[in-house]
């Protein structure tokens, strides 16, 4: 009976093993975004479209001084759909912060005057910069949580609101992705 038992446990370990779970980094940014690979998904985006996206973001709920978990998903958009073929020139891509994600977007200089820490987000907002990720923080949510614009990281530009850079964006063809 024991080694009965032992056969079953062996046995599903093995099966466990074997449903590994592939995570692949890359290719546009290689620190962030790491991405499940899904074998023969029903629906994929067309690799020959262009895709104009405006990610709105307004939650941080990142623990521990990590980075904003929001900010990553706009890497993973970005990783994902290039391991499946679609250039970076056919994802146009657009983020707006505001409400509690605002503070991702004050300098490192200031971000550790602050809070006493470097900001988490900030090197993540490069790489996002680098992959022609427009980023813009709202006037709005800024200046209503006391920072000052020469605080702005210079990678954010300055929206007048969020109000703004969403209309401003949809009117222009950009779909909305709101998950906070």
Same mark, same amino acid.
Not at 17 to 45: H, M
Not at 76 to 85: C, F, I, P, V
Not at 112 to 119: G, I
């Given at each position: 009976?024991?080694?009965?038992?032992?056969?079953?446990?062996?046995?599903?370990?093995?099966?466990?093993?074997?449903?590994?779970?592939?995570? #692949? #980094?890359?290719?546009?940014?290689? $620190?962030?975004?790491? !991405?499940? /690979? !899904? #074998?023969?998904?029903?629906?994929?985006? +067309?690799? +020959?479209? %262009?895709?104009?996206?405006?990610? +709105?973001?307004?939650?941080?709920?990142?623990?521990?001084?990590?980075?904003?978990?929001?900010?990553?998903?706009?890497?993973? =958009? @970005?990783?994902?759909? &290039? /391991?499946?073929?679609?250039?970076?020139?056919?994802? #146009?891509?657009?983020?707006? @912060?505001?409400?509690? *994600? $605002?503070?991702?977007?004050?300098?490192?200089? *200031? =971000?550790?005057?602050? =809070?006493? $820490?470097?900001?988490?987000?900030? +090197?993540?907002? %490069?790489?996002?910069?680098? &992959?022609?990720? %427009?980023?813009? !923080?709202?006037?709005?949510? =800024?200046?209503?949580?006391?920072?000052?614009?020469?605080?702005?990281?210079?990678? !954010?530009?300055?929206?007048?609101? *969020?109000? $703004?850079? @969403?209309?401003?964006? /949809?009117?222009?063809?950009?779909?909305?992705?709101?998950?906070?």
């Amino acid at each position: 009976m024991k080694i009965f038992a032992i056969l079953i446990l062996l046995l599903n370990f093995s099966i466990l093993s074997a449903q590994e779970i592939e995570v #692949k #980094k890359g290719p546009i940014l290689e $620190t962030f975004g790491k !991405v499940y /690979q !899904v #074998k023969s998904p029903d629906l994929q985006l +067309d690799k +020959d479209t %262009e895709y104009k996206v405006i990610f +709105d973001i307004f939650t941080d709920k990142s623990k521990d001084n990590k980075v904003n978990p929001l900010l990553n998903a706009v890497a993973r =958009y @970005l990783n994902m759909h &290039a /391991q499946k073929g679609i250039s970076l020139e056919n994802m #146009k891509t657009v983020v707006i @912060l505001h409400g509690a *994600a $605002t503070k991702s977007t004050i300098n490192n200089n *200031a =971000y550790k005057n602050r =809070y006493h $820490t470097a900001n988490p987000n900030n +090197d993540i907002i %490069e790489a996002l910069k680098k &992959a022609n990720v %427009e980023i813009y !923080v709202c006037g709005q949510s =800024y200046i209503a949580s006391g920072f000052k614009i020469n605080e702005k990281s210079s990678s !954010v530009k300055l929206a007048l609101s *969020a109000l $703004t850079a @969403l209309v401003e964006y /949809q009117t222009n063809g950009y779909q909305i992705i709101n998950f906070n």
